[in-house]
């Protein structure tokens, strides 16, 4: 068995040249991947994990990386083998896209946006398969029916940003697999995507794997991805292997403290059941962890009502509005202080747009916003500047929201010098306190963003949103780019701050498990509407409407024995959120299904798709 292994990494040493000298990406490690085998390896960023499989496409080089140790022997289609590291460019050039195929993790990198999607298709089928323009052109429509995407025909002639996330990384998938590749290494590949588009493509991955026999690479900081997706799994902690066994081994007997970490820090749906207020993750290896649920308060912070928000659709010679999208469409809820109310839904679902709205970032067409007695639907430019003093946000990606010629420093205690709150030593100890609340040494204080990982990024963020003691924050994918153990510490940092200041978020989310670990209600977003609200445990131990019930499906479960099956996901593509100008659509209406606990009635688009 061991003879015909598509790709056998031995020994690999990775060093990167730095001003400081060499620094080693990856050391020494080894492991092989048989034919129609899924190898997951695993880590955190910085492990090393995708300096592996860019060496192993030999594009690690173009990153500032030499191979300076080991042999990367593949099998080639022909029946020769080959160690990569040592083939010139000219041979890597054939191989890549022809015998081994790569999914990157961000698709709107890989795509080029000035090409339309048929054309970077065929591109690579001409160059390795020698097809003539109306063959591959086929063959590039096959491909695009093979991973699911809608109205095919139409989006061979589009460009790269008219596609949504999970579409344009549905074609960079078919791109690594037009050449019918013997290895595909899949790095990252949905850590963009919402739940069940990841679920329809790690199912994607898994049928085009059994069908074409093709090995499969998956690089990964996901363990649910890991036990839906693996046979074997390679553990990687700061350029070196730590652990490697077949995946039930690692979930069910894992040896190293590292992957017992790892698996720690996984939220998993279902952990909260019978609890009725949320409460701080239990990690490994932090002592005298107090774990006390949140309960918050009765008295409510924020009551919207009715809100609408609309974006105009411009075209035509004259670039009048000729549609609009309707992002946020007749939403209200209550969220009390104290606690935490989520927002969750897919991608274009209008939770994001919510959460703007409601800060008044982007303007809504009509609705209610009540802040603890405030109107913020009344307040004009100079009330908006006081009223923001007490609702805050936190974003998605911490490194587009600071500014990278500041010091730490300066950007969390901006806000404070804004409003004239304090200044000289009184502003240093505030922002000196702000470190110690988000747990970031003070020595930070005078460092730049790209001197920090994405975690301690975004414990600026966090700090920075707290600088002017804000009611509300509104926390936008606030984890979702963070590295799982990360991921915990900064979720419990954000409940420890509640629980002692009283804070309430607006949680917005597409992590099922996370929503479940923070919140204390829950509201499911669909087409802009909310089609579930209700207490979380409500929510998810009795979810009444079709599209929670399929999203809650959708969810990878950390243990290899629960894996989902293709056939379990029936999602059609959500229907478009433009509607031509004079379109009004209906109110929404609920019924309490038991006591808070509220399902959309009114709902002809969902009941077509399911």
Same mark, same amino acid.
């Given at each position: 068995?061991?003879?015909?292994?598509?790709?056998?990494?031995?020994?690999?040493?990775?060093?990167?040249?730095?001003?400081?000298?060499?620094?080693?990406?990856?050391?020494?490690?080894?492991?092989?991947?048989?034919?129609?085998?899924?190898?997951?390896?695993?880590?955190?960023?910085?492990?090393?994990?995708?300096?592996?499989?860019?060496?192993?496409?030999?594009?690690?080089?173009?990153?500032?990386?030499?191979?300076?140790?080991?042999?990367?022997?593949?099998?080639?289609?022909?029946?020769?083998?080959?160690?990569?590291?040592?083939?010139?460019?000219?041979?890597?050039?054939?191989?890549?896209?022809?015998?081994?195929?790569?999914?990157?993790?961000?698709?709107?990198?890989?795509?080029?946006?000035?090409?339309?999607?048929?054309?970077?298709?065929?591109?690579?089928?001409?160059?390795?398969?020698?097809?003539?323009?109306?063959?591959?052109?086929?063959?590039?429509?096959?491909?695009?029916?093979? +991973?699911?995407?809608?109205?095919?025909?139409?989006?061979?002639?589009?460009?790269?940003?008219?596609?949504?996330?999970?579409?344009?990384?549905?074609?960079?998938?078919?791109?690594?697999?037009?050449?019918?590749?013997?290895?595909?290494?899949?790095?990252?590949?949905?850590?963009?995507?919402? +739940?069940?588009?990841?679920?329809?493509?790690?199912?994607?991955?898994?049928?085009?794997?059994?069908?074409?026999?093709?090995?499969?690479?998956?690089?990964?900081?996901?363990?649910?991805?890991?036990?839906?997706?693996?046979?074997?799994?390679?553990?990687?902690?700061?350029?070196?292997?730590?652990?490697?066994?077949?995946?039930?081994?690692?979930?069910?007997?894992?040896?190293?403290?590292?992957?017992?970490?790892?698996?720690?820090?996984?939220?998993?749906?279902?952990?909260?059941?019978?609890?009725?207020?949320?409460?701080?993750?239990?990690?490994?290896?932090?002592?005298?962890?107090?774990?006390?649920?949140?309960?918050?308060?009765?008295?409510?912070?924020?009551?919207?009502?009715?809100?609408?928000?609309?974006?105009?659709?411009?075209?035509?010679?004259?670039?009048?509005?000729?549609?609009?999208?309707?992002?946020?469409?007749?939403?209200?809820?209550?969220?009390?202080?104290?606690?935490?109310?989520?927002?969750?839904?897919?991608?274009?679902?209008?939770?994001?747009?919510?959460?703007?709205?409601?800060?008044?970032?982007?303007?809504?067409?009509?609705?209610?916003?009540?802040?603890?007695?405030?109107?913020?639907?009344?307040?004009?430019?100079?009330?908006?500047?006081?009223?923001?003093?007490?609702?805050?946000?936190?974003?998605?990606?911490?490194?587009?929201?600071?500014?990278?010629?500041?010091?730490?420093?300066?950007?969390?205690?901006?806000?404070?010098?804004?409003?004239?709150?304090?200044?000289?030593?009184?502003?240093?100890?505030?922002?000196?306190?702000?470190?110690?609340?988000?747990?970031?040494?003070?020595?930070?204080?005078?460092?730049?963003?790209?001197?920090?990982?994405?975690?301690?990024?975004?414990?600026?963020?966090?700090?920075?949103?707290?600088?002017?003691?804000?009611?509300?924050?509104?926390?936008?994918?606030?984890?979702?780019?963070?590295?799982?153990?990360?991921?915990?510490?900064?979720?419990?940092?954000?409940?420890?701050?509640?629980?002692?200041?009283?804070?309430?978020?607006?949680?917005?989310?597409?992590?099922?498990?996370?929503?479940?670990?923070?919140?204390?209600?829950?509201?499911?977003?669909?087409?802009?509407?909310?089609?579930?609200?209700?207490?979380?445990?409500?929510?998810?131990?009795?979810?009444?409407?079709?599209?929670?019930?399929?999203?809650?499906?959708?969810?990878?479960?950390?243990?290899?024995?629960?894996?989902?099956?293709?056939?379990?996901?029936?999602?059609?593509?959500?229907?478009?959120?433009?509607?031509?100008?004079?379109?009004?659509?209906?109110?929404?209406?609920?019924?309490?299904?038991?006591?808070?606990?509220?399902?959309?009635?009114?709902?002809?688009?969902?009941?077509?798709?399911?």
């Amino acid at each position: 068995m061991l003879d015909h292994a598509i790709a056998q990494i031995k020994g690999l040493r990775v060093e990167f040249q730095t001003k400081d000298g060499p620094v080693v990406g990856v050391e020494n490690v080894s492991f092989d991947i048989q034919p129609g085998e899924t190898v997951c390896v695993v880590g955190e960023s910085g492990s090393g994990k995708s300096v592996s499989s860019l060496s192993l496409m030999r594009l690690v080089e173009f990153g500032g990386g030499q191979i300076a140790g080991g042999q990367l022997l593949f099998d080639r289609r022909d029946g020769t083998e080959l160690d990569v590291a040592q083939a010139s460019q000219d041979v890597m050039r054939d191989i890549r896209g022809n015998d081994i195929g790569m999914i990157f993790q961000e698709p709107m990198t890989a795509l080029n946006p000035v090409f339309t999607v048929g054309r970077q298709l065929t591109e690579g089928l001409r160059v390795h398969k020698d097809m003539s323009k109306s063959e591959a052109e086929a063959r590039a429509l096959e491909l695009l029916r093979q +991973v699911r995407i809608p109205e095919p025909e139409r989006r061979l002639q589009q460009y790269p940003h008219e596609l949504s996330g999970g579409m344009r990384q549905r074609v960079v998938i078919a791109m690594a697999l037009a050449c019918e590749p013997r290895l595909l290494i899949a790095d990252e590949p949905t850590t963009a995507l919402d +739940v069940t588009i990841q679920a329809e493509i790690l199912a994607l991955i898994d049928r085009l794997k059994r069908e074409t026999g093709t090995a499969v690479m998956f690089i990964t900081h996901d363990m649910a991805v890991v036990a839906q997706m693996a046979d074997r799994v390679v553990v990687m902690y700061r350029g070196n292997k730590v652990e490697e066994g077949s995946v039930q081994e690692i979930f069910e007997n894992p040896q190293h403290d590292y992957t017992k970490a790892l698996l720690a820090a996984v939220p998993k749906l279902g952990e909260m059941r019978g609890k009725s207020a949320p409460e701080p993750m239990k990690l490994l290896g932090s002592t005298g962890q107090k774990i006390n649920p949140i309960p918050g308060t009765d008295e409510p912070l924020l009551t919207v009502k009715n809100l609408t928000t609309r974006f105009a659709v411009k075209g035509g010679f004259f670039r009048r509005t000729i549609a609009n999208v309707h992002a946020v469409e007749d939403v209200s809820f209550t969220l009390n202080k104290g606690q935490t109310l989520s927002l969750v839904g897919e991608s274009g679902c209008g939770k994001s747009s919510a959460g703007r709205s409601i800060l008044r970032l982007v303007e809504p067409l009509s609705g209610q916003i009540d802040l603890d007695g405030t109107d913020i639907m009344k307040l004009g430019t100079e009330g908006l500047r006081k009223a923001r003093l007490d609702m805050q946000m936190i974003f998605q990606d911490p490194f587009a929201s600071l500014n990278p010629q500041m010091q730490l420093m300066d950007q969390v205690s901006e806000p404070m010098r804004n409003y004239g709150i304090a200044s000289g030593s009184e502003l240093q100890d505030r922002v000196a306190s702000l470190f110690d609340r988000v747990q970031l040494p003070r020595s930070f204080m005078r460092r730049y963003p790209h001197e920090m990982s994405g975690g301690q990024r975004q414990r600026i963020a966090i700090a920075r949103a707290l600088a002017l003691n804000p009611k509300l924050i509104v926390a936008d994918e606030a984890v979702s780019a963070l590295d799982v153990s990360v991921q915990a510490q900064v979720l419990n940092l954000m409940m420890d701050l509640q629980a002692e200041l009283g804070l309430s978020y607006l949680f917005i989310s597409h992590d099922m498990a996370v929503v479940e670990r923070v919140s204390h209600n829950v509201g499911v977003m669909y087409l802009g509407r909310i089609v579930e609200l209700g207490p979380r445990a409500r929510v998810f131990e009795n979810p009444q409407h079709p599209y929670t019930r399929a999203l809650m499906k959708a969810v990878p479960i950390a243990d290899p024995r629960k894996r989902k099956e293709e056939k379990d996901l029936n999602f059609t593509p959500i229907p478009s959120p433009i509607h031509p100008i004079g379109y009004s659509p209906e109110p929404s209406e609920y019924n309490e299904v038991e006591p808070g606990h509220f399902v959309l009635t009114t709902d002809p688009l969902f009941e077509r798709r399911m």
